[in-house]
């Protein structure tokens, strides 16, 4: 093994509706915003997405999305396989989700950031996708002897809500016949094999090509076949009625589809997607019930859950996997769409900001299959005690434990940045969740800009500007975090508007020219009561950790694949972690600690790049110390330590590779 410091570390990985169009077309030109008529049988969601490509990242989003683009999820197709050689593109490889789940995350990227290389080569294998389709509707990967040789449907679903994004960046009219004859063909095939396994479990993505469609189409029979999903789908809401979802599954315990956290972070959306299709399908009430249930027994501070790979409880030291983060936030996005609650935009954010980038490298080229809240160390622990993951899930690499996450990582920030803004039905603009960005749509007939200029989630600040063709009326709904102490709008010719926490503020007005517009969030520290009476410091949308020393070590070098910058590494502390708050700073985290701005910097969630960093003091506590390779589990109650008060360091969750997150409280 080679050891490399993290900045030798750094530089090997950085070596490294709409009228037909042609498959490729620059989103320059806006596409009007509103939404689609009502139609009978299918509920009109609070809001719309935006087609995807009308909005931009800019400022640290765009760097953001640009190392992503520069790391795994622009070439992963080029060495790995199971994407590159798969049998969805005529190869020999793996052909069931890992294709599918790569283009799904790559194509919002590449429009995105609407990078023409990326956008050739997403149009390329979709080129391959629908040449493989067979008359009787299904893809290539379907096996001709079905009758015999189940092939569970859950590869099909995803392909058919992959292909219909693309139908929607590009309006390219085969794509969307290729869908159509696939729903088609699963329509026919469920009655001959109704969903199993993963299918079963994630049957509510299957109804996202089915709305598209419908909503193009017009086609009854769509409607139909949602409903067939629902019915031949695991029912949720009764699962959730039940005991068995508040006990956190044994370590190296007993496996449940009910249970497996990712598709538990797929689940939010069903019942609401489900009650599109009608009041006696899906219950819109139920996502939020099911959000705080997993909050109460499973919940961590970064706003997921742990999972590793089922519901493991509140304890810091169990993992939550990559995927799992990645479905939830694209469950939020759905749920923000459908119901317009700005909970779960509080709850994208808090997602977005801590737990997504905290999984990754910050140069994007590797990634953890669970993360920790407390990780003082990532390495090869044959001890873990994980609820049935192996000894490599939390080494930064290529495929540590398994491939899924390789597979389906892409989707978090690129869907994230496709879903900031969304169109209201009265033809208006909401901003559903916040990073720098513009955002083009067309209201009334008339183009419109939205950009929004920040540094947030580092700052309080943001600056939104309005730029019309010419006048026109529209309402600009924008949420205010329930977090937000005092919120204020400032709008030109006018006093300063106390906005309420929690809700969305309707700015309805005419607009002329360019209109700016400012927003500020004031964030307060705070520490939360966390698991066996341990302590999280949060501010605003972000959670804080202790800043440590890394040591990176190169592992797996002999394994397939594992060449340089995607290569599997270790990463070992070399500061002290195991430091307690005392009780009094803890209980008041506002008058303990002190925050310094720094420059956002070129990689935005790392050490380094850290935007904000929170000062405070603690103090060594011996007794805590590593156990089967992880930090020992807190003890309840106050702990004694006669050890100095130091100065302590803490940085974003999110900017951290290896961290404490929840503290013991220290006596006296």
């Not at 009502?38 to 609070?46: D, F, I, N, T």
């Not at 798969?86 to 599918?100: D, H, N, Q």
């Not at 493989?132 to 379907?142: H, T």
């Not at 959306?269 to 939020?288: E, I, Y």
């Amino acid at each position: 093994m080679t050891s490399l410091n993290r900045r030798e570390f750094l530089t090997h990985m950085t070596a490294g509706a709409v009228a037909f169009s042609a498959p490729i077309r620059s989103a320059a030109k806006p596409r009007e915003a509103s939404p689609a008529p009502a139609e009978p049988g299918l509920a009109e969601p609070k809001f719309r997405p935006l087609p995807l490509g009308s909005i931009r990242p800019l400022g640290w989003l765009e760097r953001q999305l640009r190392i992503q683009a520069d790391g795994l999820s622009g070439h992963l197709d080029e060495f790995w396989p199971d994407v590159g050689q798969s049998k969805w593109f005529g190869g020999t490889a793996e052909g069931w989700e890992r294709a599918p789940y790569w283009l799904d995350g790559f194509i919002p990227l590449a429009w995105s950031l609407d990078d023409p290389a990326l956008k050739a080569k997403a149009s390329r294998y979709i080129e391959m996708i629908v040449a493989g389709q067979r008359a009787d509707g299904w893809f290539a990967p379907y096996p001709l002897d079905a009758a015999e040789k189940r092939y569970d449907l859950w590869a099909i679903l995803l392909a058919n809500k992959m292909l219909v994004q693309y139908h929607d960046a590009t309006g390219d009219e085969k794509v969307l016949r290729t869908v159509e004859r696939s729903l088609k063909a699963l329509q026919a095939g469920l009655d001959r094999t109704p969903l199993y396994d993963w299918g079963r479990y994630r049957w509510f993505e299957g109804l996202l090509p089915v709305f598209h469609v419908y909503e193009k189409t017009g086609e009854k029979w769509l409607l139909d076949l949602g409903r067939k999903l629902r019915a031949q789908g695991f029912d949720y809401e009764a699962f959730y009625r039940g005991e068995d979802v508040t006990v956190p599954t044994p370590r190296r315990g007993l496996w449940k589809w009910a249970k497996h956290v990712v598709n538990t972070g797929m689940a939010p959306k069903a019942s609401a997607l489900a009650w599109r299709l009608g009041p006696d399908q899906g219950n819109p009430a139920f996502p939020a019930r099911m959000i705080a249930l997993l909050d109460r027994y499973h919940g961590q501070v970064t706003g997921v859950f742990t999972g590793d790979e089922c519901l493991a409880g509140k304890n810091p030291i169990q993992g939550t996997e990559l995927c799992a983060v990645v479905e939830f936030m694209f469950s939020l996005e759905i749920l923000l769409s459908v119901l317009g609650d700005p909970a779960f935009g509080d709850r994208l954010e808090r997602i977005a900001f801590n737990a997504l980038p905290a999984t990754f490298t910050p140069d994007m080229w590797a990634h953890q299959y669970d993360q920790q809240v407390n990780q003082v160390q990532a390495t090869v622990n044959p001890d873990h005690l994980w609820t049935t993951n192996g000894p490599e899930s939390n080494i930064y690499g290529l495929e540590p434990n398994f491939g899924c996450c390789t597979a389906n990582m892409h989707q978090g920030w690129p869907k994230f940045a496709a879903h900031l803004w969304m169109a209201t039905p009265e033809g208006g603009l909401a901003a559903a969740a916040y990073a720098p960005s513009r955002a083009r749509f067309v209201s009334r007939g008339v183009p419109v800009t939205a950009e929004l200029r920040t540094d947030y989630p580092f700052r309080e600040t943001l600056t939104i500007s309005v730029a019309v063709d010419k006048p026109v009326r529209f309402p600009l709904l924008l949420r205010v975090p329930a977090w937000a102490r005092r919120p204020v709008l400032r709008v030109p010719g006018g006093s300063e508007i106390g906005l309420e926490p929690g809700t969305f503020h309707r700015l309805d007005r005419a607009w002329s020219g360019t209109t700016e517009i400012e927003l500020r969030f004031p964030m307060r520290a705070q520490a939360t009561a966390r698991y066996n009476e341990a302590v999280a410091v949060e501010r605003g949308p972000l959670v804080y950790s202790l800043k440590l020393g890394e040591e990176w070590t190169r592992v797996n070098a002999d394994k397939p694949h594992r060449e340089l910058p995607h290569g599997d590494f270790e990463v070992r502390p070399t500061t002290p972690w195991n430091y307690g708050l005392p009780a009094a700073e803890a209980g008041d985290a506002a008058a303990a600690m002190t925050f310094e701005e720094k420059p956002v910097g070129a990689r935005p969630f790392s050490p380094e790049g850290a935007g904000m960093i929170a000062r405070t003091r603690g103090r060594r506590l011996k007794s805590w110390l590593l156990q089967r390779g992880w930090a020992a589990e807190i003890t309840p109650g106050l702990q004694a330590s006669d050890e100095p008060l130091e100065d302590l360091a803490l940085i974003p969750y999110g900017c951290s590779n290896i961290r404490v997150t929840e503290f013991p409280r220290l006596k006296g």
